[in-house]
């Protein structure tokens, strides 16, 4: 009920006043905190579009959390809340990943807050980038988490994180000339309109000024952060990682020549689906291997490696419930 009427009401101001309003922004924001439940047997699920909290009926404890962060790929994993409904005998169990991510999941960002960035070195670019200056916090390396519009049922231990390859594969960095801290200048185009990014000339240059590029992660570069953050996440928190790699192949993509590529994409991609297969076994922690599990269910057509197809987001949520069970979290 709560969502069809912000749907509603959205739609409403947008006919009024037209896209990017205020007001528009204020009910897209309670559109996603909206939390919808579905009762079971012995448990009941919640879910928004940040988080999942499955609860039974015996009460919220022990609680044990999965934790998220990473691309687009990582929301599949919220299907395994109706699965988790079921067989849930005692306590809660919360999925949740942070409710602004875009521009702050490549590992070496990730690592970097665990430096410590002093917040006076971040403040002009938080506000000339309108990214939060949680971008810069060590939350991945906290011991517990609140899921996104789910405070009321308190805090969760990271019993599993869940990373994802995406960030690492894609993403180009940029470095503060004089602080040295990095940044992806993807979220800056993301979290406002083209149209103003564009005109915002300003912005730009100063960015020229302030940041030099340092380019896309290296492969060994990726299995050494990796590395470092498995051991930390075992040694510090006791948490379990989970790492779903990326699908190899392009469906439909037409591209039959790649002698004028710099490099095939295809190639970078299977070689750090092969570094992380690698440091799975040498770190003891789980993959969900997105890759099999797509092809084998025959996909033929996405936008992305990073956004399923509809019909290949219920089998990486099974492989995920599968781990989950394993190392008996559910």
């Known amino acids: 009920m709560i969502e069809a009427t912000l749907v509603k009401g959205a739609r409403a101001w947008r006919a009024i006043a037209g896209n990017g309003t205020a007001i528009e922004k204020y009910v897209k924001r309670k559109y996603r905190k909206a939390v919808r439940f579905e009762r079971g047997r012995n448990a009941t699920l919640y879910s928004n579009q940040d988080a ?3 609860q039974s009926k015996e009460g919220p404890e022990p609680k ?30 919360a999925i949740a990943r942070p409710a602004v991510a ?6 070496s960002q990730v690592l970097q807050t665990l430096e410590g960035i002093p917040e006076e070195h971040v403040v002009e670019t938080c506000q000339r980038l309108r990214v939060p200056p949680t971008f810069f916090k060590p939350h ?5 988490f609140v ?8 805090e969760f231990p990271k019993s599993a994180v869940v990373l994802s390859v995406g960030s690492d594969l894609t993403r180009s960095l940029h470095r503060h000339r004089e602080h040295g801290f990095l940044v992806d200048i993807g979220g800056w185009w993301l979290n406002q309109s083209l149209d103003k990014a564009i005109q915002d000339v300003e912005t730009v240059k100063w960015f020229r000024k302030n940041f030099e ?12 952060n990796m590395e470092l953050i498995a051991k930390y996440l075992r040694d510090q928190l006791d948490s379990h990682l989970i790492v779903m790699n990326t699908l190899v192949v392009e469906p439909l993509n037409p591209t039959h020549n790649f002698q004028l590529q710099n490099e095939d994409h295809i190639t970078r991609k299977r070689s750090f689906n092969i570094a992380l297969a690698d440091l799975s076994r040498s770190q003891g922690f789980h993959v969900i291997d997105v890759d099999r599990i797509l092809k084998e ?9 990073a956004h399923f197809p509809v019909e290949g987001k219920l089998p990486v949520a099974h492989e995920a419930f599968r781990i989950f069970r394993e190392l008996e979290i559910v």
């Open 52 to 54: 999942v909290v499955v």
């Open 102 to 107: 875009v521009g702050s999941s490549q590992t």
């Open 147 to 154: 899921g996104s519009g789910m405070d009321r049922f308190g």
């Open 213 to 224: 590029p340092v380019g896309k992660m290296t492969v060994p570069e990726f299995a050494t």
């Open 297 to 305: 269910n025959g996909v033929r057509d996405q936008v992305d490696f």
């Open 64 to 93: 044990r959390g999965i934790f998220m962060k990473g691309g687009c790929d990582l929301p599949s994993l919220f299907l395994t809340g109706p699965m988790i409904k079921d067989v849930l005998r005692e306590g809660s169990i």
């Open 140 to 144: 991945l390396f906290d011991e517990t």
